[in-house]
């Protein structure tokens, strides 16, 4: 018979995926998940630590960040295309760049040697997301460092147009990452893009999101329209 904790997070994985967890995207804390299964905590610790393996959930001590749309909470493991689909908001995703570039400067920010030419280059993807009525609510930078079957995705393109499924397929998984979050002005080139005027205000956020062995899987710098999106910050657990 499995360990008590992995029986335990086999659970939390059926009812993550079926949707009965987490309203706003989080998990109960440790002690109600102790409580709730009728196990210690460091049973339940174990058995988060195999959904952070499987990428299921982001682990933060005693703090956490949700992005909302018009209220709804969204699921960034799954990406916000597919976690707006769930919730009956329909969009479409325009790629306006998806191409190997080199970067050195990005690299040495995000602390990859460069042991070799390759070693500076991201797959660059750019895109503009916009409601079926055609107004575009985001504008996100995607910068990967390149990895073996990168090649494959300027080939074919996006699995099912979702950058989630793709790095699913490649067997690339996030464990969790940092965001920051600031107010930015639109640029000439940013407010053509999003079909708004110069200057206009914006949600600007900057996303690093790292794998089990820490190396970085994706840098990604979004503009988020201000009249729909909204940030979230929560800290310690629920009472």
């Given amino acids: 018979m499995p360990a008590k904790y992995r029986q335990i997070a086999d659970n939390l994985m059926r009812r993550i995926r079926h949707g009965e967890m987490a309203d706003g995207g989080r998990l109960p804390g440790e002690h109600d998940l102790a409580e709730s299964y009728k196990v210690s905590r460091s049973t339940i610790r174990q058995a988060l630590a195999e959904l952070q393996q499987a990428g299921l959930i982001e682990t933060w001590t005693g703090a956490g960040s949700f ?6 909470p969204l ?13 009956g908001i329909a969009t479409q995703a325009h790629i306006l760049r998806l191409e190997r570039i080199a970067d050195a400067a990005l690299a040495a920010e995000l602390g990859i040697r460069q042991s070799s030419p390759a070693a500076v280059d991201f797959l660059a993807l750019d895109r503009v997301r916009r409601m079926q ?3 575009a609510i985001s504008l ?13 995705i300027l080939r074919a393109g996006l699995v ?23 107010l930015a002005r639109l640029t000439k080139e940013d407010a053509a893009l999003l079909g708004r005027t110069e200057g206009e205000a914006f949600l600007a956020t900057q996303r690093t999101v790292h794998a089990a062995d820490g190396g970085v899987v994706e840098r990604v710098d979004s503009l988020l329209h201000p009249d729909h999106f909204r940030l979230e910050f929560g800290f310690g657990e629920r009472p």
């Fill in 67 to 72: 992005v909302r749309y018009d209220g709804a």
């Fill in 75 to 87: 699921d960034g493991e799954i990406g916000w295309g597919e976690s707006l689909a769930r919730r």
């Fill in 133 to 135: 009525v055609g107004e």
């Fill in 140 to 152: 996100e930078r995607s910068r990967l460092p390149w990895r073996k079957g990168f090649a494959q």
């Fill in 160 to 182: 099912e147009g979702s950058l989630q499924r793709t790095l699913a397929s490649l067997a690339i998984r996030s464990v969790g990452g940092c965001e920051a979050v600031a």
